[in-house]
């Protein structure tokens, strides 16, 4: 793999390639390791063009790594909404929080301070410390190890870590020592733009002469990528309970606890089905109490929906619903507050939503899509 020609013939043609052709991003107009830091954070599960947007209302809502520290959690939430993986913000905010109590509220120049951090792996470390300070570490994700493979005609299977890990020490070692930052960033672009996963355009590759996979006819064969286990499905009943009386044209939600899957998020009160199906789901939702003596009372099914975690597939059936105190007539509504139990005990509070505080509160994409076709169906109401 080690062909001292082929390594300086990649490294020169590859920047002078980023030179002519690296996309103008907004994260690429500075220095500053926080918002290069949240740009890499935002970048691990979503594509550029999703990105932006988020970014920069990000930084006008936290342009400063202290102003994003300060912020409730709450806000940082909300700002995040829509973009998925939540527990990248939860650790991004832990870590930033961290950074103004050891390091003065300013990112540390240090591989081992960095790679310290809540959430920061050898990825974002390579990014902030290559791009913000000149370091020559380097930044290996999916892109990069697509192009070494394909370039060096590597067999290795990239899911594996040692596979992971043995690129970051070939990469380090070919990266030239006056510009790692330019160097990771040309390894990202080309893999995002040239060497994509299904079709790769070798003809407008800068390396394409000496790229191996090529030459062979084998660059649709890599990289090597051993399948991931398959995610788990679980069937859902979804209660969208619709307020009376006082709390008439609400929609009652609940937030999940500080920790676990969708941590510190709102979201329309479910519970998990025993079967792989929707028998029975009615009267699951009966089942399971709200604070206070109140239950709810199924109306008919609005909509199903799916939604993919990375281990976890949601088969859901949402439900039209009300409430009903201890099996009296459909009316009233319990107060907000702490709940107990039901709903596979996994609550922290419930409360109302008004039409009007939608703009404030964090929800997870599915629910995003739920209060979405509501609002819809409604005209325009809690949703």
Sequence with gaps: MENSSNVQYFADRLLAWYDREKRDLPWRRTRDPYRIWVSEIMLQQARVE??????????????????????????????????????????????VREVCELYGGEVPDDPEAVAALPGVGPYTAGAILSIAFNRPVP???????????????????????????????????????????NFNQ????????????KRPGCLVCPVMERCEARLQGREHELPVKSKAKKPRT???????????????????IRQRPNAGLLAGMWELPHVLLPAPSFEGAEDALRDCPLPGGWTVVPFEPFMDIEHEFSHIRWVMRVYLAGLAEDGAAEGGAPESGAAEGGFDGNVAE???????ERDRVAFPNVFIRILEEYRKRKGGGAG
């Design 50 to 95: 999703t990105v932006i947007p988020y970014y920069e209302n990000f930084m006008a809502k936290f342009p400063t790594l202290r102003a994003l520290a300060d912020a409730p959690d709450d806000e940082v939430l909300k700002a995040w909404e829509g973009l998925g993986y939540y527990s990248r913000i939860r650790h991004l905010h832990a870590a």
């Design 139 to 181: 930044a290996v994700d999916g892109n990069v190890m697509r192009v070494v493979s394909r370039f060096f005609l590597l067999e290795d299977d990239v899911a594996r870590p040692a596979t992971r890990a043995k690129m970051e020490t070939f990469v380090g070692k070919m990266m030239p020592r006056d510009r790692p930052g």
């Design 186 to 197: 040309a390894m990202m672009d080309l893999g995002a733009t040239v060497c994509t996963p």
């Design 234 to 252: 679980e069937y859902r009943a979804v209660a969208l309970i619709e307020g009376t009386g006082a709390h008439a044209g609400r929609l009652l």
């Design 350 to 356: 419930t409360r109302w939503l008004a039409p009007d």
